[in-house]
């Protein structure tokens, strides 16, 4: 999805990478895949437990923002 979102394209800014890397992990665990399902899940409870939070769930990051402390779980 990233970009090409029609969320990201109408609400610039105002996304949820959070939910979509969520929804991605429940793929992975659909098709057996636990330890990258375990690997996003970590990634979120990283970035939600730094109070790295979008806007849509009350928190102030912006849609880069979330994104990039998810990668930066991903790949600490």
Same mark, same amino acid.
């Given at each position: 999805m990233g970009? %090409?979102?029609a969320g990201h394209r109408l609400f610039p800014g105002l996304t949820d990478p @959070? #939910? &979509?890397v969520g929804s991605t %992990? $429940?793929? $992975? &665990?659909y098709c057996g895949l636990p330890e990258q399902t375990a690997r996003l899940n970590q990634a979120i409870e990283a970035t939600t %437990? %730094? #109070? @790295?939070l979008p806007r849509d769930v009350g928190g102030t990051a912006a849609t880069e923002d979330v994104t990039k402390a998810l990668i930066d779980a991903l790949t600490a």
């Open positions: 970009r %090409a979102h @959070i #939910g &979509e %992990a $429940l793929m $992975l &665990e %437990a %730094a #109070g @790295i």
